[in-house]
């Protein structure tokens, strides 16, 4: 993982297509792309790509005709696929059916966007990977200025708590809160969801890098819901009333993802930003209900910090783990790459708590 290295794919034609990540013959959908759409991960130098009609919204394809096939080199972020433009290096069959440019207004922003990011880059160093519209956040950002730094969060609630967040990275900005909730706490959480979870996917599709199960649980589901989202709110320091999960009003929030790893069990390294729109989970909460026997660890494969290299943690049952997922300029933070380690024994059960900015959109 020390090489991951940030890159965004384009759809630059008028059809649907998918993106398969190809090793060794071994195929893998990654995410489908509609005419004019990115899509921004992760990966290594070395790995091969391919972009094929996509229309079903399942396998498609599958990629047994590319219409195009991408090997990540070192020093690329941008992979685009237009049909205008024949690859020479690699000979690839005529698609089945003729595959055009997309419209005019989708090239016109495409290269609006690459002036703007070029921009960026020339000021900052850093690649723009969250949408092209996207602004500076609204909703406030604890400071992380040096690992080992503490702050002290009293909570609103009767009788209120005195909640610690240790800074355990500074890029991206992550931190450990010990005693987030009571042993009490987490059993009901685990309650409310434990017979109705159902295989996890990942932006809407069923993954083999995502093999949890998990559940939705609303605010205003029990009275442990709404203490819940309360004091997560005292912690990210936002008022309770706006991290409503009421996505018809101005929520911010989704409803806690109560999930549950088996043996075997885990999340690939993944963003829980996307590029797909303007609004984008802003900062994650990861509440542990209980410690696995053994595995299990969240880790932070690309974080800077100082304390232990690579970033793997678990507070222990009860304990939360708050990160933000983009920077205060408002693009997305490439370090909050996270994963789910596998769990080895036992079980793991864990809540997340997505807060959105500047306004919750749709939940992939
Ligand atoms: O289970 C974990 O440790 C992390 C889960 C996660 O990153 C996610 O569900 O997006
Ligand atoms: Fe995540």
């Known amino acids: 993982m020390a090489q991951a290295l940030p890159v965004k794919f384009k759809n630059l034609c008028n059809r649907t297509v998918g993106v398969w990540q190809d090793r060794s013959g071994d195929r893998e959908s990654m995410h489908q792309l509609k005419p004019g759409a990115t899509y921004a991960i992760n990966t290594r130098p070395g790995l091969r790509f391919c972009v094929a009609l996509d229309e079903g919204g399942g396998g498609g394809a599958g990629c047994e005709r590319p219409l195009a096939v991408f090997t990540i080199t070192q020093g690329r972020y941008l992979y685009a696929y237009d049909p205008r433009e024949k690859d020479e290096a690699t000979e690839l069959p005529e698609p089945e059916e003729p595959v055009g440019a997309a419209d005019a207004s989708v090239l016109a922003a495409w290269l609006e966007e690459r002036r703007q990011a070029a921009a960026y880059f020339e000021t900052t160093g850093r690649h723009w990977m969250a949408h092209p519209g996207r602004v500076s956040p609204q909703l406030p950002m604890r400071a992380a200025e040096r690992v080992g730094d503490e702050l002290e969060v009293r909570t609103s609630e009767t009788p209120s708590r005195s909640l610690q967040l240790t800074v355990v990275s500074t890029a991206p900005r992550v931190f450990v809160v010990k005693n987030f909730l009571s042993a009490e706490e987490a059993s009901k959480l685990i309650e409310l969801g434990r017979d109705r979870i159902e295989r996890s996917s990942q932006r809407g599709r069923v993954s083999s890098s995502r093999t949890s199960s998990n559940a939705w649980l609303s605010r205003g589901s029990a009275p442990v819901t709404e203490v819940l989202f309360r004091r997560a709110a005292d912690v990210l320091g936002i008022d309770e009333a706006r991290i409503s999960d009421d996505s018809s009003s101005s929520g911010l929030c989704e409803p806690i993802q109560l999930v549950h790893y088996a043996p075997g069990q885990k999340y690939d390294a993944h963003y829980d930003w996307s590029e797909a729109e303007p609004n984008s989970r802003f900062a994650t909460l990861l509440l542990y209900l209980n410690e696995p ?53 036992g079980e793991k059960w864990l809540a997340n708590f997505w807060v959105w900015d500047p306004v919750r959109g749709q939940v992939a």
Do not use: I, K, Q
């Open 293 to 345: 026997e053994l595995g299990g660890s969240t880790a932070f494969p690309t974080t800077v910090h100082t304390m232990e290299e690579p970033l793997a943690l678990h507070p222990g049952a009860g304990g939360a783990v708050l990160f933000y997922n983009h920077l205060p300029d408002g693009n997305a933070d490439v370090n909050s790459l996270h994963a789910a380690l596998p769990v080895v024994r």
